[in-house]
């Protein structure tokens, strides 16, 4: 039998909580796994800043969950009813989540899975590549037991990506991102079979909805090599129904770091108009986040100017995220224009305010505020240096 000792590929903290979920298990008769990524990433050595803690549980989850709340400490618990998972935060930096063995059927391709609660055995089966259908055992006299069905230790040491069954990728599209995702995080190969259900399985894309792109595309921008995975992901047109171009890609390349807005901002930036107002449906976003690559993209079309009060006017009407974004995209003559607007323009304080007008006798009309506006614009291109020059000026504005 293969054991694996875990203590040593894991940190104290997740060594801990592990232990305390299975001793839980043990004591109410259950048998507890780790299971996926945790276990492939401990087989590759690469588990020491592990971020999420899978659990699978041969046993009633509710149940488990009401006792083994109390046994840790956790900032927030969400719990699924109807899939009988439990998600603990332990921390910003490390999750603990629960899930009851099952089988899953789809009643039709793209859908969520129906589940039925089963065993190890099925759990596994229901999976998306071999390297992540493996499981530790955790409870009983064979603590340690690897268990492997579908030779994924082996698909680990040739570095290869494979499906279990031929409708992996027609069942559930998402995982055609998946398996980019690990191609490139891993540096692993499709197996020939699975490259060709892989090609096929593109037929089911324009069934995900919204929610699952965006949840996809969300993963793929938190890899570390986010670059490199939507070029891959883009070659292998899984983003057409967006209408990313190779440009886009690019501008990922001009990134320091990347979150989920920035990301998909830089990916938009050289869009046409249509493409980027429907993205706000296709993607089902938040209004915030679709206005901001709105903005992106205008700014990175713009006309650029060397004038202060015509830089001004070109940019005082965009949030200043928006600005920051386009400057690291940008080059040339339009990041000059933005490094300029950020770095000193949007900073000028007006020398005249509407108090300073009224005491000029000026009453407050429908001229108030252009008077109010032409004199910052005086100001910012230098023709007018202190108030007593610009009070000359109200005069001839007069
Ligand atoms: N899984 C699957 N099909 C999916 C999503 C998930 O089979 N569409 C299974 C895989 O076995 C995966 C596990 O659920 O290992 C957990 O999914 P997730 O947390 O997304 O991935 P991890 O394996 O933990 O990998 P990562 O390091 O990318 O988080």
Redesign the pocket.
């Given at each position: 039998m293969n054991k694996i000792k875990i203590k040593e590929h894991l940190s104290p903290e997740s060594y801990k909580l592990i232990t305390s979920a299975a001793k839980t298990a043990e004591e109410m008769g259950y048998s507890l796994f780790l299971v996926?990524?945790p276990v492939?990433d401990i087989l590759l050595n690469k588990a020491e800043n592990m971020k999420?803690i899978?659990l699978a549980l041969e046993g009633d989850t509710k149940s488990f969950i009401k006792v083994f709340q109390d046994k840790i400490s956790y900032k927030k618990l969400i719990t699924h009813e109807k899939f009988n998972t439990a998600s603990f935060e332990i921390n910003s930096n490390l999750h603990i989540d629960i899930a009851m063995c099952r089988t899953e059927i789809y009643p039709q391709p793209a859908m969520l899975p129906v589940i039925e609660k089963s065993d190890i055995s099925d759990d596994l089966g229901?999976?998306?590549f071999s390297i992540?259908?493996m499981a530790i055992r955790l409870t009983g006299k064979n603590k340690g037991e690897l268990l492997d069905p579908f030779e994924g230790q082996k698909d680990l040491s040739n570095r290869v990506i494979s499906v279990l069954h031929q409708n992996s990728f027609i069942d559930?599209p998402?995982?055609l991102y998946?398996a980019i995702?690990y191609q490139t995080r891993l540096g692993f190969n499709f197996d020939i079979a699975t490259f060709r259900l892989f090609l096929r399985g593109k037929i089911n894309l324009s069934l995900l909805t919204p929610e699952r792109i965006r949840y996809e595309l969300e993963c793929m921008l938190k890899e570390p090599d986010f670059k490199n995975v939507l070029s891959m992901a883009n070659k292998f047109e899984l983003f057409d129904m967006l209408g990313f171009d190779d440009t886009g890609i690019e501008y990922l390349n001009k990134l320091k770091s990347c979150d989920f807005e920035t990301g998909l901002c830089a990916l938009c930036a050289n869009m046409d108009k249509d493409n980027i107002s429907q993205l706000h449906e296709k993607l089902n976003l938040p209004k915030s986040t679709s206005k901001l690559a709105e903005e992106v993209n205008a700014i990175m079309h713009l006309k650029t100017s060397r004038i202060p009060s015509r830089i001004y006017e070109t940019l005082s009407g965009y949030s200043v995220k928006a600005i920051g974004i386009s400057s690291q995209l940008a080059s040339g003559e339009l990041k000059r224009m933005l490094n300029f607007y950020s770095g000193k323009i949007s900073k000028i304080k007006p020398l005249i305010s509407s108090n300073d007008l009224k005491k000029a006798g000026i009453r407050q009309s429908a001229k108030f505020g252009k008077m109010l506006a032409d004199l910052y614009m005086l100001q910012l291109d230098g023709k007018i240096s202190d108030k007593a020059d610009a009070m000359d000026k109200i005069r001839d504005l007069k």
């Open positions: 996926g990524g492939r999420d899978d229901r999976r998306d992540n259908a559930d998402t995982r998946r995702r």
